[in-house]
């Protein structure tokens, strides 16, 4: 089993930054791929950005230019450095954790959430 431990969420005025943290505990030998992923009320859970096992990134086309995604292996930990932030921006944002390259129910663990609001 794998927990994971969200931090860093907040509210922040538009064109702000914001670093969210996501540690993992438990079984980290199984994690490959990490993600982030956010919920706006009313809307779908969405995948923000992805970073593989072997470092490669993915981003959202909202969010690309002004996300990076990154991990450290050495502490089992990933993070998400927003910058430029935007009100669209706002949501409650997920980290997600697989022992494979995908994010399928099976194979991914979640962290419990962490707000962050956009707001002047």
């Known amino acids: 089993q794998v927990q994971l431990v969200e931090s860093g969420g907040g509210l922040v005025q538009p064109g702000g930054s914001l670093r969210l943290s996501c540690a993992a505990s438990g079984s980290i030998f199984s994690i490959n791929a990490m993600g982030w992923y956010r919920q706006a009320p009313g809307k779908q859970r969405e995948l923000v950005a992805r970073i593989s096992g072997g470092g490669n990134t993915n981003y959202a086309d909202s969010v690309k230019g002004r996300f990076t995604i990154s991990r450290d292996n050495a502490k089992n930990t990933g993070y998400l450095q927003m910058d430029s932030l935007k009100p669209e921006d706002t949501a409650v944002y997920y980290c997600?954790?697989?022992?494979?390259?995908?994010?399928?129910?099976?194979?991914?663990?979640w962290g419990q959430g962490t707000q962050v609001t956009v707001s002047s």
């Open positions: 997600a954790m697989s022992s494979t390259e995908i994010f399928i129910a099976a194979t991914t663990y």
